[in-house]
């Protein structure tokens, strides 16, 4: 049998069928088991980086050792098999092992594999497998030899991802089948979404182009297919290879479904939109688009968000007036499509429709009627010229939610109080950033090891993967995420008799009878900040002690940092009976400083005296931290600095913070910065938490600002990072307010829309920064650090929930900065802001000048900016 596992090692692939075949039953289950024994070794990474060579032949052998498909399938799909170096030679290996098998178990193995097939996540998977998905080659190269059909849509999409990598259809003996399954299998799509890719893409649409000129593929069934897949739906990346293919091949009037691809206008991605307006157009203007369709067509488009498509709607009815103006089903559409049109946001769309409305006239009762009620909330000097026409006789008084919700900090979640809702927690903390979490965690691993170690250490053993303890006893460095050392300290607590595994663990902590103050150098010293953040560095210092506590085999009955109070404060009566419980045990630094941290801002002298006589190290620093007064108001201020790297020009705030007196360096450096601290950026959102100085939420700002606005273009969840900020328990200010703003300026969707969150909180609060978000926007915007339409979507859905005049205090400060100066070209976007601009002082009747405003109101033109400026002015001189 050594001999086989020495041709695995040697890579000797042709060599192995006939050493198996030589054994009988007894000396392959012995094999078998050698077998399984050299895979498990896989699950080690190291060993799997160096010997991944060796895993086609493991698999081979072990294919060769089975007896039924079933089992050969089973082992094949062996997590730690399922990767070998080259998929395609290793397809041809094994398949050619097995072509002594008899055709219908091979075909009966094509199956299951093909079953057993799971394909890849996401669209960025291509450039990282070139071999295909796992398993794909294998159950590939198997079908294609037994003739089995190939089934499922895990295949599909495999093949589509095969097919996206080599681009060759002309050489696929399968792609007649495969190709229809394309346009109706989800997920098919996800290799042609990478904008990255797509020279790929175009090429993979050429190759079809090719197949179907050369008659392999049937052109109706590949235009029918995309229709159908428009129908199906689908954001626009996952649509885009499919409408470049209808593109490309160019479809004539007799192959342009009218009726579907009016059915794709209402939600069709936009992408498919622009497709399918074009294609109506070409029949609408060869006459061969019914006068319903016509109807229906502009009505979905008039209700689209995007405001090409509603422009579109406009075109399309003004460049066949005459036309639908002698139809009535078509002009009573184009009607209903109008006075949808009178919702725009821009003065110029509604001006445009109205003035098709009125050329149009009132077709019948039922378009005359919903004209009406449509112009009636229209401001009144626009729908005077539809006064009398459509019988407009008063405007409609607008009804909105003008009050603002008051936020507060969330409610604290109930403590972990049983081992198996622990590791469950202890394994979620792995994957997320919730310090919440983290907090829960940590106390639960302090509290019930001091309960009843003994028996928590066996609850932990028959919950955790023994993996779990296996690793770190291979491990032979202190892991730096928190996450992992938290497992670390949890895994020490369940093996807390095993005496090698704790001095192991003491000799990478470095435990000695002066660890304490080492562990202080090494963690934290003013010159280790720009390595990470000082939050990020006092967390981990508060996790390493617990590691080091079960290590020594220690046990506490409590921490004194866990919050008791919202908004991540400690109760003083709780941290003194914390300290009590502690006895002669001295706390912990870190946990210690924490604690101080997260004491209320004012605390009763009575409390230091109460503390002080506890006594010890810990009584006497919480009584000399209330009498000081705690920690001071550091003062903060932040400007735009621009930074030439190499011809490349860098926008980003940077931020002075002073604290205005001495303090300790593991407490100073939260609340100093000077604009040359280049801390490490790439660090997450829990590095820059409001719960670690949950009573200054601008010194927690000045950290955070920065880190938004460089990475205000990526996923990073800046919306989520400050919303504690907005619903902390100490006064918000200027950097508060910036750090929020720099949230509402990101990429995405979701984190502007908690950036609106926060905004809606400050807005609740007395101490309601509005100068400060209102300065913060003028000098982001004009400092090309944030984009300003971003901005304005997150003001406009504000208003929308009630914060009219929130965001009206918000503009009149920021509006002058952003205001074109005579003869200037106005800023991108700025007409949108004004339209915001103009509802919020419409509803909550603000009055007076904005500096610049009339300067722009008098300008010629009817752009939406100027129009907005007049409608903002005429709304402030009222």
């Known amino acids: 049998m050594s001999s086989v596992l020495q041709l695995i090692g040697q890579s000797r692939h042709s060599h192995i069928p006939a050493a198996i075949e030589w054994l009988d039953a007894a000396g392959r289950k012995e094999l078998l088991a050698e077998l399984t024994a050299r895979v498990r070794r896989f699950g080690e990474w190291r060993f799997a ?64 594999l093909t079953a057993a097939l799971r394909p890849p996540r996401g669209s960025s998977w291509s450039w990282r497998r070139e071999g295909g998905p796992p398993g794909f080659a294998l159950a590939r190269t198997m079908l294609l030899e037994t003739g089995v059909e190939p089934e499922g849509d895990a295949f599909t999409v495999c093949w589509a991802w095969h097919a996206f990598v080599t681009g060759d259809l002309r050489n696929d003996p399968i792609a007649e089948t495969m190709v229809p399954r394309l346009f109706d299998t989800e997920g098919a799509a996800a290799p042609f979404r990478n904008n990255w890719e797509s020279a790929a893409v175009t090429a993979f649409v050429d190759g079809l182009h090719t197949e179907v000129k050369k008659g392999r593929l049937d052109r109706a069934m590949v235009l029918d297919g995309t229709i159908g897949r428009f129908l199906i739906g689908g954001d626009a990346r996952d649509l885009g290879m499919f409408v470049e293919l209808r593109r490309r091949f160019e479809p004539g009037i007799d192959e342009t479904p009218a009726r579907d691809l009016v059915r794709c206008l209402p939600a ?9 307006v074009g294609e109506l157009r070409a029949l609408d203007l060869a006459g061969r688009l019914d006068a319903g369709l016509f109807a229906e067509a502009v009505g979905a488009l008039a209700l689209r968000a995007e405001k090409k498509h509603v422009a579109a709607a406009l075109k399309w009815i003004s460049d066949t007036f005459k036309a639908t103006a002698a139809d009535p089903v078509r002009a009573e559409g184009a009607l209903f499509a109008l006075a949808d049109v009178f919702a725009a946001e821009s003065p110029a ?37 539809l006064a009398g026409t459509f019988g407009v006789t008063e405007t409609a008084g607008e009804e909105m939610f003008t009050g603002v919700p008051l936020v507060g900090a969330p409610p604290l979640q109930p403590p972990i109080r049983t081992v198996p809702e622990l590791v469950i927690e202890l394994t979620d903390v792995q994957r997320t950033d919730d310090m919440d979490a983290f907090e829960r965690v940590m106390a639960a691993l302090v509290e019930l090891s001091h309960r009843d170690r003994a028996a928590m250490a066996a609850d932990l053993k028959a919950d955790m993967e023994p993996t779990a303890f296996d690793y770190f006893r291979t491990s032979s460095y202190v892991p730096d ?19 090698g595994f704790r001095a192991k663990a003491r000799k990478l902590l470095g435990l000695n009878p002066s660890f304490l103050e080492r562990f202080r150098n090494l963690v934290l010293p003013p010159a280790d900040r720009d390595r990470t953040t000082p939050h ?86 919480v009584a000399e931290w209330i009498r000081e007064g705690g920690l001071p108001d550091p003062v903060v201020e932040w400007t735009v600095k621009v930074t030439n790297r190499h011809g490349w ?14 303090l300790p360096d593991h407490i100073g450096t939260l609340v100093t910065l000077s604009p040359d601290d280049e801390f490490n950026y790439w660090v997450r959102s829990r590095d820059i938490w409001a719960g670690t100085l ?32 907005a619903v902390a328990p100490g006064p918000v200010g200027p950097l508060v307010a910036a750090a929020v703003v720099g949230a509402m300026g990101h990429q995405r969707a979701v984190q502007r829309s908690a950036a609106g969150e926060a905004f809606l909180a400050l807005a609740g609060r007395p101490d309601f920064p509005a100068e400060g978000v209102g300065d913060a926007i003028r000098r982001l915007v004009t400092g090309d650090v944030l984009k300003l339409n971003r901005i304005t979507e997150v003001l406009g859905q504000s208003a929308d929930a009630g914060a009219h005049a929130a965001v009206w205090e918000v503009l009149s400060v920021a509006l002058p900065g952003l205001l074109p100066d005579e003869g200037a070209k106005p800023r991108s976007g700025l007409g949108d802001l004004l339209g915001v601009a103009v509802k919020a002082a419409r509803v909550c009747g603000a009055k007076g000048k904005v500096p610049g405003l009339a300067e722009l109101a008098a300008r010629k033109g009817s752009s939406r900016v100027v129009m907005e400026a007049r409608s903002l002015a005429r709304q402030l001189a009222e």
């Open 49 to 112: 980086t160096d010997h991944r060579h060796e895993i086609t032949g493991l698999r081979l052998a072990g294919a060769l050792c089975h007896g039924g498909a079933g089992q050969v399938a089973t082992w094949l799909n062996r997590r730690e098999l399922r990767e070998p170096a080259d998929a395609w030679a290793d397809a041809k290996v094994v398949a050619g092992g097995l072509r002594g098998r008899p055709l219908e178990w091979r075909a009966d193995l094509a199956r299951r």
């Open 268 to 276: 069709g991605a936009a992408n498919v939109a622009d497709l399918a």
């Open 349 to 385: 769309t509604r001006a445009r429709a109205i003035r098709l409305a009125v050329r149009l006239g009132p077709v019948s009762e039922a378009a005359r009627a919903a004209v009406a009620d449509a112009a009636t909330r229209l401001p009144a000097e626009e729908h005077a010229p």
């Open 481 to 499: 995420d928190p996450g992992w050392l938290l497992f670390w300290a949890a895994a020490l607590i369940g093996e807390h008799a095993d005496e």
């Open 536 to 621: 990020a560095r006092l967390f981990r210092h508060r996790v390493l002690e617990l590691v080091r506590m079960a290590a020594e085999g220690e046990t506490r009955p409590c921490l004194l940092a866990t919050p008791t109070l919202p908004g991540h404060l400690v109760d003083p009566e709780t941290l003194l009976t914390r300290l009590e419980a502690l006895g002669d045990r001295e706390p912990f630094p870190a946990d210690l400083t924490q604690a101080l941290l997260r004491l209320p801002r004012d605390v009763d002298a009575s409390v230091a005296d109460r503390a002080e006589k506890i006594g010890g190290h810990g009584g006497r620093m």
């Open 649 to 662: 020009i860098q926008r980003q705030p940077v931020v002075t913070m002073d604290p205005g007196r001495r």
């Open 694 to 725: 949950p009573n200054h939420p601008e010194a927690t700002a000045a950290y955070l600002l920065r880190w938004i606005c460089v990475w205000a273009d990526q996923s990073d969840p800046a919306g989520e990072a400050v919303l504690p900020l």
